[in-house]
Each structure stands twice: as structure tokens, then as C-alpha cells.
């Protein structure tokens, strides 16, 4: 079988955390890779950091507000054409914000929705239709662990994340028949910004080991990955609990 | 913005180059100028493309607009007492022969498939088996109608605009677009043509038996088996043909009609369609080594000195036996080399490029030698000299190192005071493309795409590749 390789990519979110280590490495790789982000400065950093590694890859970086979804269709027509294709999309902005344990803040839970799966749906739209068009091209939507159950202390965070999941599998029933991959990533705990300062962090991984397992995954087609494996397991015991006991944890 | 339901993958006909273009098929002039206006309001250069079998990146360039010529397939005129028809670009050689046949007309140049499109025959200038006798397409071509990119019509004939013909025709779609051509047929006595088929036990005899025979013959074609080495190298069967003279078909009516052409629906008794699938088992180094060699055996032996008889379409399009052949050699492709070089270098340059082919265990899969005479088009590909043209499959792996061979091969053409052919190219630097071409023939290029294209609005990957935009 012949090695995937990817020429062009995209990630949305790219400024820190898993997004920045996923276009440091698809640039290492050889790869030119549309960067975009909100703030500015990290994306030149990042730019510039391709541009001093070599192995061809490339980095452009491309600002935008993931919660301002009427820019997406031209701002994606632009990022095709400056990269002269694209093989690969990967949807990797998110945001946690801290919940206090009875706390309902509105826009605070809103912020997250928009972010998180809003803004995906913006993106990944015209990258699905794209892609089934031309009959090939992988998709990947960075999920979350948390997504799997709802928990008490999280609840928008969740639902962002668990409606990503079920938007992403839906995207793939629509476009598995001409042969384009979507692929769920559901991360554990990875040593980003968003984490830190989290208590009782366990299994904790770089952004660039996630980003590395993520590539992987992606280049296999992989339905939905678990990063690292191991989290598969301990989610499946997770689902399992039945929602009398589940609600009586203190998760 | 371009509407996203325009997106199509657009690939060359070898599967190995491609991208994503914003399709447009119009079937008037003002669909072609609506496509212009759709490129320049959407910022994108726009790429010509006709049937799509030029095997690399001619027809295409990724995120532009592809103008897609094919719905523009009317045949506009047909002189039978004069041969001459008229016809917009998309129509194909298929339908070309079909349609002067009954007349007794022939086009005098055709390609090695039938499925081309009569633009894209101008855009490459091709040309065919009988290129020493008949020269390239471009030469039976009268006056063409050129739509540059500003949406301005203008007709151009052969006698009255020789600079700008030659200009236009050869270059590869560089300068406008050719939406209407008045084609020069050739007369023939004869739905049949007949053939010999002889062998050659090594490149030096093949290359002598070609020289000799291409006064006798009008088309002359060699084939090669690129495995044979040492002194069997360059060994090959050669066939040669010529047209009926008055007389010698007993029933012309018969044999001129365009049904006695089609083409055998069995080939070895496998239905033509499937016969891909059977062949695919043996696309790899040893087996095309055994059927290379079966072939030369069976040539040599059984039929060495045959003199037949064989219908026009037999003869010539001998790329349309097994339909859909090139998917052998999926998922990797294949690409094309085809070198022209001068009667006295071609010896030496050709048995350099068989051996490093070998040596680097690249060894074309499909060899095929011919005879050219020169032209005097400006991006022209004629010399007095042999061609020879070799087949490679792309594995990925081994990409950077075919692409590495045929730069090599490419350099010692250019040495030789050679010459190379767009239609069939997907690899060959553009340094060293522009290189095969005398000082100034470029400039000249550049300089009238600067005057009729000012824009740089006509574009494609293969464009950009050999002219360096």
C-alpha cells in the first residue's frame, strides 16, 4: 500500500495547544499548511518557525474568529487556492471555560457552543461538500473524553463536545460513499493551556505526542480514536454506569 | 466567489498528476466568455482543456477555472469536393474520420487514440505515425477562430497570419482559445490500408529498417522491447503502412464506410472492456519483461515479413484496442517520455536512455519508435530525427527517482540538440524543457502571451512548469 501523504492541510485553531503542535508537525512533514487562528502573533510565530525547520513544509497563517461563521466560505475558497489544493481539514479550536459547580452562565455556555461545534459546522460544511465533490480528502474534528457523558461539573462543555461527536459521525455517513475520511479524535488529558492548573490531571501527554497519535490516526482513516488508546476502556466503563449511580459521583 | 459546485477533480489521462479545478463545459462562445468572466471576477486563471488525454499536467491546473471544451462539438461544414470541413474544438478524431470516411477522406494526421479533441490536437500540434510524410496536425489546418482571454474573437488563417498561426497552434493553450478550425482532409481510395511488419534484433537495425522504409511507407512505426540489453538492446518489430491506390480495393464503397472500421469487441477472445483487468496481474517489472519478450518472439518469428491488409482504424489507433488500459496500472499512474532527437545522435542518446532506464530498474513498460521531419512552428517539436517514446508506471516510493531519470534523460536530449512534446510530458524540468529551444523562440512566446493575454489569465500546471510563471 502506498503511504498517505498529505501536500496540503488546514487546521482551524492552530495558535496553541493541539492545533499549533498539528501544523508544526504536518509542516515538518513536508506539508503547506493553512494556519488559522484568532490571534495574530502566534501564527507568525508559527510561520516563521516552518519557515526555519526546512523539509519543504510550509505554514500560512490566516486570521479569523471561529465565532464568525458568515466569513468562512470565502476565507475557505481563499485558503484552496493560496495552498493550490487541500487533502486534509482538521477542526482543533476549542474552548473550556471554568464552571463553578452551580454556576448558569449563559453566554459564558454559549461561548463554548460556538466555538467548539458552531464553528465547526461552519468549517467543516464546505470542507465535507468540497471533499465529496473531488472524491477524497480526510476530515478531523477534535472531541473530548468529556463528551462521552455529562457531567455535573461541565455541562455545556460536554454537550459542545458530544454534539461535535454526532456531527462529525454524521458528516461521515454522508460522505463515506466517495471515499473521504472523518475522523473523531477523542482526547484525554493534554498538557495545554486548557488544562493547566486543572486538579486531578492523570495520564497527561504533550500537545505534540497528541498531535503525533492524532496524525496517525487520521492517515489510517480511523472512525474514532481515543488519544491515547487507552482512554477507549476507560470511557467504555464510563458509558456504562448506569445514570442512578453516575449522577451520585463526584465527576 | 467560485460556486463550490463547479469543484471536480480534473486529472491528467496517466492518473499521476491532477487537482481540483472549477469545471465549465459551455457549448457557445458566450458560455466561454461567461467562464472568463466567472475566472476574473473569482481571481483564478483559467486552463484549456479539450478530451483530456494529454497523459500529464497539460489539461489541468489546481483551484482555477478548467475550460472545458468538449461540449463545443459541432461540425460545422463539410466540403466533399474539397475535403475541407469545419468543426469547433471538441470534436473528436473519432468523429472527424467517421464523418468524411463515406466520402472517401481520411484526416491526414491522427493520433494514437481516437478519443483526442481537435483543440487539443492544435493546442499540442500532434502528430502520428506518418509524421516524416505528413508532417504534424497543425500543417493541414487552414484558419482557425483564436477567443483570447478578454473575450475578443479573432480568425486566423494560415496563410494571411503565418507568425500568429504557428504561434498558436503548438502552444499548448497558452494563447487563446481555438473555438472553430477548417481542417484540410486527405483523399483515399481505400478503407484499407496495407501494412508489413518486420523485426529488428537490436536499435541500430531498427533505426536503419525506419530510415529506409519512411520514403516507401507514409506511416512508419517501431516498437521496442525497453527489457532487452546488451546486444539485443533496442531490439523491436516495426510496422509500416500506406494507403490503397486506385483499383487495388476491389470494393471501396465497402471498406469506406465507417462501420467496416470499428474495432474488434474481442481481443484473444476476452471481451475488449475486461481485457484490463486481465492484463493488470502482469503490470509489474517481470511480467511486462515476459510480455515484451513473448511479443518480440512472436513478432520475429510468426510474424516476421507479413505483408496484410487492415482497416484505417486498426492501424491506426491502436491505443483504443483495450479500452481503459492505463488502469493497469492503478492506484500509482503512469507517465510518459517521449524524446526527439537528431538523425545522427539518436543511436547513442536512445541506447543511453534504454540502459539507465535499466540500471535504475525503471524499465518503460511500453516502448514506441518514430520518424520526424522538422516544422516551423514556433513551440514546434519537429526534427529530422527518430522519436522514442517510453511508458513508465509511478509507484509513490520510487516517484523522486523516476522524476530524478527523467531529468537525466531529459539533459542528454537537450545536449543532443533535441526536442520534447508537451502532450505526453508530465516531469521534465522547465529549465530543461526551455533549453530544447533556440534563443529566442521563448522570448518570442512570452512576448505575444504578454500582447494577447496581458492578464496571464490562461494557465495551466504544465504552463507554469515549462515556461517558470
Known amino acids: 500500500m502506498m503511504k498517505k501523504t498529505w501536500q496540503t492541510a488546514l487546521v482551524v485553531g492552530a495558535s496553541s495547544g493541539i492545533g499549533a503542535a498539528l501544523v508544526k508537525r504536518l509542516a515538518a512533514q513536508g506539508c503547506r499548511v493553512a494556519a488559522v487562528a484568532r490571534r495574530s502573533e502566534e501564527l507568525e510565530n508559527l510561520a516563521v518557525w516552518a519557515g526555519s525547520v526546512g523539509g519543504g513544509g510550509e505554514v500560512r497563517p490566516y486570521l479569523a474568529d471561529v465565532r464568525e461563521p458568515q466569513s468562512v466560505p470565502e476565507l475557505f475558497e481563499t485558503i484552496t487556492g493560496d495552498l493550490g489544493g487541500l487533502d486534509l481539514v482538521i477542526y482543533a479550536a476549542g474552548v473550556m471555560l471554568p464552571v463553578q459547580f452551580e454556576e448558569y452562565d449563559t453566554a459564558k455556555d454559549l461561548e463554548m457552543v460556538q466555538t467548539n461545534l458552531s464553528g465547526a459546522v461552519a468549517w467543516l460544511n464546505p470542507a465535507a461538500q468540497r471533499f465529496a465533490r473531488l472524491k477524497r480528502g480526510t476530515i478531523v474534528g477534535i472531541g473530548s473524553v468529556a463528551g462521552d457523558r455529562g457531567r455535573s461539573g461541565s455541562p455545556v462543555y460536554n454537550t459542545s463536545k458530544a454534539g461535535l461527536h454526532t456531527y462529525l459521525e454524521a458528516l461521515r455517513n454522508r460522505v463515506a460513499r466517495y471515499g473521504v475520511k472523518v475522523v473523531t479524535i477523542k482526547p484525554g488529558f493534554v498538557d495545554t493551556a486548557m488544562t493547566k492548573g486543572l486538579p486531578g490531571l492523570f495520564w497527561l501527554i504533550s500537545a505534540d505526542r497528541a498531535a503525533e497519535i492524532i496524525l496517525t490516526k487520521a492517515r489510517k482513516g480511523a472512525v474514532t480514536a481515543y488519544v491515547p488508546a487507552r482512554w477507549r476502556l476507560v470511557m467504555l466503563i464510563i458509558r456504562s454506569i448506569p445514570s442512578f449511580i453516575f449522577r451520585r459521583l463526584k465527576v | ?469
Not at chain 2, 346 to 353: G, K, L, N, S
Open chain 2, 1 to 469: 466567489m467560485l460556486s463550490a459546485d463547479r469543484l471536480e477533480w480534473v486529472g491528467g489521462w496517466g492518473e499521476v498528476l491532477g487537482g481540483a479545478g472549477y469545471v465549465f463545459r459551455p457549448s457557445t462562445l458566450q458560455g466561454i466568455r461567461a467562464a472568463f468572466g466567472e475566472a476574473r471576477a473569482g481571481g483564478v486563471p483559467v486552463a484549456l482543456r479539450g478530451a483530456g488525454c494529454s497523459y500529464g499536467d497539460a489539461a489541468l491546473r489546481a483551484e482555477s477555472v478548467v475550460l472545458d471544451l468538449s461540449r463545443m462539438d459541432r461540425i460545422l461544414s463539410w466540403d466533399a469536393d474539397a475535403g475541407i470541413i469545419e468543426v469547433e474544438p471538441g470534436v473528436t478524431v473519432r468523429r472527424l474520420w467517421r464523418y468524411v470516411l463515406g466520402d472517401g477522406w481520411w484526416p491526414p494526421v491522427v493520433t494514437g487514440t481516437m478519443e483526442t479533441s481537435v483543440g487539443g490536437c492544435l493546442g499540442m500540434n500532434v502528430h502520428g505515425k506518418n509524421n516524416w510524410a505528413r508532417g504534424t496536425f497543425g500543417e493541414h489546418c487552414l484558419e482557425f477562430d483564436l477567443m483570447t482571454a478578454d473575450g475578443v474573437l479573432r480568425t486566423v488563417r494560415r496563410d494571411e497570419d503565418r507568425e500568429l498561426f504557428n504561434a498558436v497552434v503548438g502552444s499548448f493553450g497558452m494563447l487563446g482559445v481555438v473555438t472553430r478550425a477548417r481542417i484540410q482532409m486527405k483523399r483515399v481510395n481505400s478503407g484499407l490500408i496495407e501494412a508489413k511488419a518486420v523485426s529488428a534484433p537490436d536499435l541500430e537495425t531498427l533505426l536503419r529498417l525506419t530510415d529506409e522504409a519512411k520514403d516507401r511507407w507514409e506511416y512508419v512505426v517501431g516498437w521496442i522491447d525497453a527489457f532487452a540489453k546488451g546486444r539485443k538492446l533496442g531490439r523491436g518489430l516495426l510496422h509500416f503502412a500506406r494507403h490503397l491506390e486506385p483499383g487495388e480495393d476491389a470494393e471501396p464503397a465497402q471498406t469506406l464506410r465507417a462501420e467496416a472500421q470499428d474495432l474488434p469487441e474481442d481481443v484473444l477472445m476476452v471481451p475488449k472492456s475486461a481485457m484490463w483487468r486481465l492484463l493488470k496481474p502482469f503490470t509489474n517489472r517481470s511480467g511486462m519483461k515476459w510480455i515484451n519478450r513473448l511479443k518480440y518472439l512472436s513478432g520475429a518469428t510468426l510474424g516476421e515479413g507479413a505483408i496484410y491488409r487492415q482497416t484505417f482504424a486498426e492501424f491506426s489507433f491502436l491505443l483504443d484496442y483495450v479500452p481503459n488500459w492505463k488502469r493497469i496500472y492503478r492506484p500509482g499512474g503512469l507517465i510518459q517520455h517521449q524524446s526527439f532527437v537528431p538523425v545522427d545522435h539518436a543511436e547513442t542518446v536512445f541506447r543511453r536512455q534504454l540502459e539507465a532506464c535499466q540500471k535504475a530498474r525503471q524499465p518503460s513498460f511500453l516502448g514506441v519508435l518514430k520518424r520526424h521531419r522538422p516544422d516551423d512552428f514556433l513551440m514546434g517539436h519537429g526534427l529530422d530525427g527518430f522519436s522514442l517514446a517510453l511508458d513508465f508506471p509511478v509507484h509513490a516510493r520510487r516517484r523522486d527517482r523516476l522524476w530524478g531519470l527523467v531529468r537525466t534523460m531529459a539533459e542528454d536530449v537537450v545536449d543532443a540538440g533535441g526536442r520534447f512534446y508537451a502532450a505526453k510530458d508530465a516531469a521534465i524540468p522547465g529549465e530543461v524543457y526551455r533549453a530544447s529551444f533556440r534563443e529566442g523562440e521563448i522570448e518570442r512566446l512570452l512576448a505575444l502571451k504578454a500582447e494577447l493575454d496581458p492578464g496571464t489569465v490562461l494557465r495551466t500546471a504544465l504552463g507554469d512548469r515549462l515556461l517558470g510563471n
